[in-house]
Structure formats: C-alpha cells, structure tokens
C-alpha cells in the first residue's frame, strides 16, 4: 500500500541536484590554484551541505543555495587555469570581498544548524528576514566581482589601444608639417596626466560611484573632509575609473594647489594652463583661456583646494570667482578636495565617512600582513577611528621596523606621536599642523587653540547648548566653533562638536593641570555636579544634564582625582557624579576602583562608598552593594557620625532584604530607627518603617508588614513628604495583594500612582505600575497587566534595569497566556538588557524563566508530533488502497 512517505517529495530533486554541485564543488577546491577561491569553493560546498541536512523544510533557503551555486560558476569561469598572480589587483581585491562575506554566512548558517528543534521552529519568521539579507549579501558581493572580471577583460584591451595611440603620435608628424617648412600655425599641447591612483582604496567603492555618475553628467563636485580622510586617494580613484576614461579621454587633469609658491591668482592661472595643455603663458585672467577650455570635454580636479580657497588668503575673492566661473562650463567637470567647506554654490558634497571596521583593517593588512588577521589590529584601527592616513601610516611604522603586533600595539600605548611617524617622516602631525597654519585659524584669535585642546581632551567633545556656560570668558565663542567645523578640524554630531581620535591624539593637553582654559572647564563641570540630586527638591531634572555628558564628567574626574588627590572640591564632585548616575543614568562607572583604592582616613571614602552602593544597588548587584556598605559601616562608625550610621543601615538592610536576608535586615532597620528616634528625625523614621514593611513582607510576616506599613503613612503624611508616602502606599499594596485583599491592594497602589503622577517621578511611575500589573496578572486580568506593563517599561527609557525587569515581566505575562514565541523573544531582550548591565541576579532569573518557556515550546512540539503521528496512522489504516481519507469527528 503506497503512502506520502514512499513517494518522490519535491525536495528529492533538489537535494540529489545539491549533491552534485557539492561533490562538484569539493573537486574544484582541490585543483584550484589560487588560494581564495579555494575557501569560497570549500565554504559555498559546507553552505550547501548544511542546507541540505537541516533546513529541507524551509523553502527559504533554496534562494541562498541558488545564489551559492551561481557564485561557484562565475569564479570558475574567471579563475580555472589561473594562477593568482595572473589576476588584476580589481579582481583580487573583489574575491577577497567574496571571500569574507561567504566565510561570513557560512559561519550563520551553521550557528542557525546548531539551534534546538524548538528554537528554530519558533525563530522561523525571524530567520526568513536573515536569510534575505544574506541571500541579497552574496547578490550584491557576486556583481561586484563578476563586474570586476568583466572590466578586467576590458581594461586589457583598453591598455592596448591606448599604447598602440601613443604610438602612432610620437611616429606621426602634425599636420602641415615639413622637414624644412614653417612650424604649423596649431599644435595639440598634451598637458599633464593625474598621478596614478593608490594601489588599493578600501571601503570607497560606493562613494567612487557615485562621484563617477556626477562626473559624467558635468555636476561640479567637491570632497570636503579632515586632512588624512581619503579625499585625494578618492579624486585618483576617479580620475582613472574606466567609464571616466571612456568619457573624457585624456582630458582628466589634476592641480595640487598647496604646491604653489604662493596662493595668488596669477599663479594659479600659470599652473591652470600647463596642466590643462592650454600652452598660454602667464594668463592675467581666464580671458584667453576661454577659447581652450570650451574646446573639449574634461573632467579637472583642484587637490588641497583650501590652500588656494581660504577666504582669508591671498586674492582670496579673486580665485574664489575663477574657481566658480570654471564650475560653470557646461563641458567641464570641476572636482575639488579640500579641509574647508567655503566652496562655490552649486557643488555636489558627497559624504565622506570614515571607513568602515572592515575597509580599516584591510587598509593595515594591505601593507603589513606578516602576523595574519588579529583582534589587536581590529582593536587599533577602532582607536584610530577608522581614519584612513593613520591606520596608512600605523601600518607602514610597523612593516618598516618588522614589528609584530604585539610589539605595535606597545609601542602605541607608549608613544602615539612616534608610531604615526615614518621613516620617510610622513606624519600625522605635519597634516594637522597643516590646518592650524592656515589664515582662516590664525585669525580665530590667541584662545582658538586652548579650546581645540578642550574639545580634544573631552570624549565627547563639547555640546553646542553648553557654549556659554563653559566657556563664559571667550568672545565670539560661537564663531570661533564654526570656523573649527568649516577647517574640518572638528565635526558636529548628536549636537556635541567633536573631533577624528588621531586629531584628538595630537592636540590632547599633555599635562591638563598646566591648561588654564581645561582647568577652568573642569571647574565649570565640578561646580554643577556639586548640586544636591533629590526627586523630592527642586533642580533634579536639571540635572539630568548628565544623560547626555556623563562621559566628558568622569573623564575629568578620573584624570583629576589622580592629579589633585587630597582635593575636597574634586572628590565632592565624584560624589555628586555617582549620585547623578545614581538618579539619571544608571550604569557602571571607572571610578570605582579609585574610590576603593583611597586610604580608610580619606574624608571623602565614606560617602563615595556610600554613592557607590546605591549605584551598584539600581544596577542589580546586592552583593556588592553590601561589601561596600559593610566598609562604609565601618569607617562612618569610627567617625562617630550617627546620622551617617543610620543611613548606612538602612541600606545595608535593604541590600539584605534583595539578597533574602530579611531577618539580618530587620535587625538593621530597628537600630537605624532608634538612632533616628533618638535624633527626632520623623522623615527617615517613616523610611524605616517602609523599609520594615518591606523586609516583613518578604520574610511573610504580613501582619507585622501591614502594621509597618500603615505607621509610614502616617509618618509620611505631611506636606513635603509625599515621595516616602508615595512609596509606602505601594508598599502596602503589595502586602495587601500578598494577603489576597485585591480591593485594598488596587486602592493602595492608585493611590501611589496618582501622587507619581502629579510629580512626574518615572522611578515610582515605573514601580507602581509595574506592581499592578504583577497584581492583575495574578488575577488572570492580561489585558490590564499588559497595560500597566507597557506603561512601565514607557516610564524605564532611560533606567536599563527598569527596562529589562519590565521586559522579564511582560514576558512572564505573555508565557502564562501560552503566547510561548512572543514571550521567548521578550525574555531573549530582557537577557540581553542584564548581561550587558553584569546584573548577575536578574540574569539568573531571566535564564530560569527562557527555561521555562523552552521547555513549555518543546511540550507543545511532542503534542503536536504525537497528535500528527496518531493522525496519519489512523488515516493509513482506515484508507482503501492507494487513497488516504481524514478521520471523521467521531475518531
């Protein structure tokens, strides 16, 4: 009797068609010659055997696999019975491109193998959109060389034409003349030839295009970037693109303008006619150049033209109005590099990004590449920004004096300066200083430098908004900051103005101590961060300043805290900068081991461990926050401060009751509240009694939590108090909720919501609606949970914790609706959110709940199976022969 199972699937004939270009495949790795296309034949070959074994299901890859095997047949085509030094530098350069981008989705694809049954079935839609970009990856990758292979054939015989040219005119006489005659009345004058382009230019492929497209179509085009960024490898690039050779012939000219003696019109003209073959003398104006410059197409580039454009150069207005009247010529492509953006209108600006990771190292290998691919290389090219000159100039430093990486890499971290220094004495230096000796900066004034020196020594550079309170003593300040952005010495960004890392290298203060105008900006930084953070006193949300320059803060303050270590004002404001962390931006900070590191009878040790223990607190790690506060204990006591000593308490039992020491926390909390009794201090006896409420609720006691619970509101009640009242009436919720007193718990909880809402607390926002939902959930109310969910993970943006314990939540919700997909991928988010923040706690529990979750995926699998299996079997053995039928409803 026939089933489904005896008869050819479509899926037979494509993996009998996959065998064979695999053994196919495996073959031509083994007699190829050239090395890359031995790993692309050998990763195409794995890609398909591993579509085959485990993705037979999923009609979605067979495009992958369709794109592998054309890949295969084009390189095949272009390399067999090659040797690799018989391809063009292009077509190397695009199998190496091939080469890493099927290495790459080979290594997914397998990743995608190694996933449990589960975990891909449920991963599926996701999965489709991956295996388009990929599929789209190698269609893109596989144009590009087998465009290549194509230009390759061409260029061939596009040089053979061109020397059989030059052949015929050295052979040629001119017309019209004789061995004994006059000189012709017209000769042509050749000109003069760019240079040729760089042997590589990586990462510029897209950018060259579409300089390229401008050009043919005679749009004047200028490339405006910081010097060392690749303007000019670009514009030669260009120059010698096989489709500009084709439009415009040998009418493709280059000027270096910062060749010049001197920058005035009359040279600039002089030098304009001998490379352009115009053969006119010392032309006072573009007058009797006209004639010659309409007579031909041509495509004429001006290399370094801030040298000639510099509005504050000599006859600046004069060569500005050339240059502007040669973009005109509608026979004419004008191209222009330079550092400044004070051009002519009507210029096209392609962006020039610095390069991409990849582009970056490869650049390095392409010089030096004794040691093979190395994370140490990927690591420095990221310190250098991905600038181009200096990871040139890194890798020619290394490959002259035979370093190895490692060697490179200490030598970097010793002495920058020297490393971004050839032999030749090519440096990074000269190029920058190049810049700064430029009219247009000498002109900014005696303090344009000093302020250079600040942005550089800030990581994040300067923010535009805070101008006039840094820097309150420079007139025209804001002129000034412009000018920096029109030199391309800085850039703007995210509203910050900031600067290339190697720029910043070399204008970095050495000694910040000895910079007046930082040394003045660290105390404008210090003296806000000084301010009292309190959600309960006005200016806290002014301080949420630091959201967006936390970085340039703790930079100062490492550095100075190291420089002015007995500084009251500097460790007060490390204070303050972990107390702001502590309120607005909750995350990790360099500081802590300095902090730890200072003598046990530094003043400032306490309460910066203190800061220090709230931070580690809202970033879910209890055990350090005890350690921390044990030590601060300690030191505050022999201090005899007993205000410091209840405070200290009260938060060494609330790293107590995470940790689930709630008796331990208990007793904490009782010998903080006599203290405070003791002092007459009503506010933080209300704290100790939400605390108490808190600890005995864990500890289930509820009675005793509700009664603690009830004596904070009634502490908390006066005006004034309303944060800790705020925070106790949800206190009490959860204990009623716990109690299983719904209508109490929801009161308590409105309660709590609508004082955060008069104020616009987020953290309670966040904590309140997020203990409803827990409440409702419990109820089996999801809608309203996912509400009050989503609400809270709306108030946690800027709190990473928050935001991962609302995610953990929703998906939690989403798991006891049986939605298993969704809430797979919400606690897949919200691991993430804790692995990144080392919240070791919460990344526990999130591991416990995707457990939880995958082995509920895989119960439903085996019912599904069981049920599919028991299904067919009923229909085989209740069909006639040959013929299957569907159970009635009474099976």
């Known amino acids: 009797m026939a089933t489904n199972s005896q008869q050819p699937t479509e899926w037979d004939g494509v993996a009998s068609t996959l065998n064979v270009f695999i053994e196919a495949f495996n073959r031509a790795k083994e007699i190829s010659e050239i090395k890359p296309a031995r790993a692309i034949f050998g990763s195409v070959a794995v890609i398909l055997a591993t579509i085959e074994e485990s993705f037979h299901k999923q009609q979605n890859y067979i495009k992958l696999g369709q794109h592998c095997v054309d890949i295969c047949r084009v390189l095949d085509r272009g390399t067999r019975g090659k040797r690799m030094e018989r391809l063009s530098q292009s077509v190397r350069e695009a199998m190496d491109q091939l080469m890493t981008t099927v290495a790459e989705i080979e290594r997914k694809v397998k990743e995608q193998r190694e996933r449990s049954l589960a975990s891909r079935i449920f991963h599926a839609r996701r999965d489709r959109g991956k295996i388009a970009a990929w599929t789209s990856d190698l269609k893109r990758i596989l144009k590009i060389f087998d465009t290549e292979l194509a230009i390759d054939t061409n260029v061939a015989v596009s040089n053979t034409q061109d020397m059989v040219l030059g052949i015929h005119r050295a052979v040629v006489k001119p017309q019209g003349a004789s061995d004994g005659g006059n000189s012709p009345t017209h000769t042509s004058v050749r000109g003069e030839f760019p240079p040729q382009p760089p042997r590589a230019c990586f990462g510029r492929d897209e950018l060259i ?104 150069g000599m006859d600046a207005r004069e060569i500005y109005e050339t240059v502007q009247e040669l973009s005109r010529f509608s026979n004419i492509c004008l191209g222009i590099t330079s550092r400044i953006t004070t051009v002519p209108p009507h210029f096209k600006r392609p962006i020039i990004p610095t390069l991409s990771p990849e582009a970056a190292c490869d650049i390095f290998y392409s010089i030096h590449n004794n040691g093979g691919r190395s994370e140490v290389i990927s690591d420095l090219t990221r310190q250098l920004d991905f600038h181009a000159l200096s990871i040139t100039l890194l890798a020619t430093t290394a490959s002259h004096n035979l370093w190895d990486y490692t060697r490179l890499a200490k030598e970097w971290n010793v002495q920058r300066a020297r490393v971004l220094q050839t032999d030749h004495n090519e440096s990074l230096a000269a190029t920058i200083e190049l810049s700064l000796a430029s009219r247009t900066f000498r002109n900014l004034g005696p303090h344009a430098r000093d302020l250079l020196e600040v942005i550089a020594f800030l990581p994040q550079g300067i923010d535009e908004k805070n101008l006039d309170w840094l820097f309150p003593t420079i007139i025209n300040r804001e002129n000034i900051f412009d000018k920096f952005c029109v030199l391309s010495l800085t850039s703007r960004s995210n509203n910050f103005i900031t600067m290339l890392a190697p720029i910043r290298d070399h204008l970095r203060p050495q000694n910040p101590s000895l910079s007046p105008l930082l040394c003045a900006t660290k105390d404008q930084y210090f003296s806000r961060l000084s301010v009292n953070v309190d959600p309960q006193e006005p200016g806290f949300e002014e301080a949420r300043w630091i959201v967006s320059e936390d970085v340039n803060a703790e930079h100062l303050l490492e550095v100075f805290t190291s420089i002015e270590t007995n500084s009251d004002v500097v460790w007060g404001a490390c204070i303050g900068f972990i107390r702001h962390l502590y309120c607005h931006k909750r995350r990790h900070t360099v500081l802590g081991p300095r902090v730890e590191g200072l003598a046990d009878d530094h003043p400032s040790k306490p309460g910066c461990l203190i800061e220090l223990s709230r931070l580690s607190s809202v970033l879910g790690n209890p055990l350090d926050q005890k350690r921390l506060l044990s030590e601060a204990l300690k030191l505050v006591g022999e201090r005899k401060d007993d205000s410091q000593v209840a405070r200290t308490l009260c938060l060494l039992s609330k790293a107590n009751r995470a940790l689930g020491l709630h008796d331990e926390g208990v007793e904490q909390t009782k010998e903080a509240l006599a203290i405070y009794e003791r002092l007459g201090d009503t506010i933080n006896q209300a704290d100790c009694w939400k605390t108490l409420a808190w600890l005995f609720h864990m500890g289930e006691r509820l009675d005793d939590a509700e009664a603690a619970g009830l004596r904070a509101i009634e502490l908390s009640r006066e005006k004034g108090r309303e944060f800790l009242l705020c925070q106790s009436h949800r206190s009490l919720g959860n204990i009623y909720g716990a109690k299983k007193e719904k209508e109490k718990a929801v009161h308590h909880l409105e309660q709590a919501l609508e004082i955060a809402s008069i104020f616009e607390w987020r953290g309670e926002l966040f904590g309140n609606n997020y203990a409803l939902a827990a409440l409702l959930t419990r109820q089996d109310e999801f809608d309203k949970a996912h509400s009050h969910i989503d609400q809270a993970k709306a108030h946690a943006a800027d709190d990473p914790l928050h935001l991962g314990r609302a995610t953990r939540f929703k998906a939690h919700i989403l798991y006891r609706q049986r939605q298993l997909e969704d809430a797979l991928s919400e606690a897949l988010g919200a691991l993430e959110i804790f692995k990144k923040l080392g919240a070791s706690m919460d990344t526990t529990r999130c591991n416990d709940l995707i457990k939880q979750i995958e082995q509920a995926i895989a119960g439903e699998l085996r019912i599904v199976c069981c049920l599919s299996f028991w299904l067919t079997s009923l229909s085989v053995r209740d069909a006639p022969s040959g013929s299957l039928t569907t159970p009635s409803p009474g099976h």
């Open 209 to 312: 295009e579409k300089v390229v497209d401008l050009a043919e179509n005679f749009e004047p085009v200028a490339l405006i970037g910081a010097g060392g960024i690749g303007k000019t490898s670009i514009a030669l690039k260009v120059l010698h693109h096989d489709r500009i050779k084709k439009r415009f012939g040998e009418n493709r000219r280059f000027i270096r303008c910062d060749k010049f003696p001197a920058s005035s019109l009359p040279q600039f003209l002089n030098r304009l006619s001998k490379v352009i073959g115009a053969g006119i003398e010392n032309p006072e104006d573009l007058t009797p150049l006209r004639p010659f410059l309409s007579s031909k197409k041509m495509l004429l580039f001006l290399d370094n033209a801030e040298s000639v454009l510099d509005p504050q």
